[in-house]
């Protein structure tokens, strides 16, 4: 595989590549040795591309925060404010928990709100996922023959297949589990 992938520019280069291929113009690029992992910032209209991704990561993450870019951006603004108003709730919740004044009315807009932001952002990551998928074959094209694309996308096709239900998971623990604490006493309150 390093083989193939040393045929493939550096980020900045393929990031440029990526952003012609799905003709944006305004999305910056740069670089980060601090992130874990790539990221579209809808606010910024930035990508940031991890130092600390290997290359075969790499060339995938930047198509998929591209089609981030491309994402309709009421919807970004949706996860954003369905995101930040479940972790409000969920304070206020645990405050009115604590102090005895949890209603029933209070835990279904707790659970409505969190319910919502699961189905937006995880729709939002599907479909990134899953065009990356179609379009790295094509942003390749530039690089590489037939063959070689074919192993690369195998590569991701596999990894697609076996580990997505981790992603998505792991996308939206934080939610299941501070969704799990609200329930157990709001179960308590309705018992």
């Not at 040393?6 to 999305?27: G, H, M, S, T, W």
């Not at 130092?51 to 790499?58: F, S």
């Not at 942003?139 to 690369?152: A, F, T």
Request: aromatic share 16%; hydrophobic share 45%.
């Amino acid at each position: 595989m390093d083989e193939i992938l040393e045929k493939i520019p550096d980020d900045f280069e393929y990031a440029n590549d990526v952003k012609k291929y799905f003709n944006i113009d305004k999305v910056r690029v740069e670089k980060n040795i601090d992130y874990k992992t790539s990221l579209y910032n809808f606010i910024n209209n930035k990508i940031t591309i991890s130092e600390n991704q290997t290359k075969l990561d790499k060339v995938l993450v930047i198509v998929h925060e591209f089609i981030h870019a491309k994402q309709p951006l009421y919807l970004h603004f949706m996860n954003f404010i369905l995101s930040n108003s479940e972790i409000v709730l969920f304070i206020f919740s645990l405050y009115l928990i604590i102090t005895n004044k949890f209603y029933f009315d209070f835990g279904c807009l707790y659970f409505s709100t969190v319910t919502a932001s699961m189905i937006v952002r995880t729709a939002m990551e599907a479909h990134a996922v899953n065009k990356s998928l179609v379009d790295i074959k094509y942003v390749l094209k530039k690089y590489i023959n037939e063959e070689e694309n074919k192993k690369i996308y195998s590569y991701y096709k596999a990894i697609n297949s076996k580990y997505s239900w981790l992603f998505y998971l792991q996308l939206n623990l934080g939610k299941i589990i501070r969704s799990i604490i609200i329930g157990i006493s709001f179960y308590n309150i309705i018992k």
